[in-house]
């Protein structure tokens, strides 16, 4: 069982930037495909991006060139780097994983074993 944990959301203003971090206390994430996804109130849950074991990226077209995954060095955490925030980015950001030791590719499908209790971003001015 790999338990997740998201930190670092909160209110912010229109054209800031935010940085989230998925980790798994006492644990590394060096195995896991990470995938990041967001559900805002009445809607339903999208794909925001995801990294492979390999630092493989993959991002959904409404965040590319905004949002920016990366490995945590050390490789306790995966983070998501967001900038340029809209109004519409508000919303639940939830890391999910998936055991992939060797796997180059990562899935923007909610097909994740592992997922995180999530973390509020509000952009708001």
């Known amino acids: 069982q790999l338990q997740l944990v998201e930190s670092g959301g909160g209110l912010v203003q229109p054209g800031t930037s935010l940085k989230l971090s998925c980790a798994a206390p006492?644990?590394?994430?060096?195995?896991?495909?990470i995938g990041w996804f967001r559900q805002a109130p009445g809607k339903e849950r999208e794909a925001v991006g995801c990294i492979s074991v390999t630092r493989g990226t993959n991002y959904a077209d409404s965040v590319r060139g905004r949002f920016t995954i990366s490995r945590g060095h050390p490789r306790k955490t995966v983070d998501l780097q967001l900038n340029s925030l809209k109004p519409g980015d508000t919303a639940v950001y939830y890391c999910?994983?998936?055991?992939?030791?060797?796997?180059?590719?990562?899935?923007?499908?909610?097909?994740?074993?592992?997922w995180g209790q999530g973390t509020q971003v509000t952009v708001s001015s």
């Open positions: 999910a994983a998936n055991r992939t030791p060797r796997s180059p590719i990562c899935t923007m499908d909610p097909q994740y074993a592992y």
């Open positions: 006492g644990r590394t994430l060096d195995s896991y495909a």
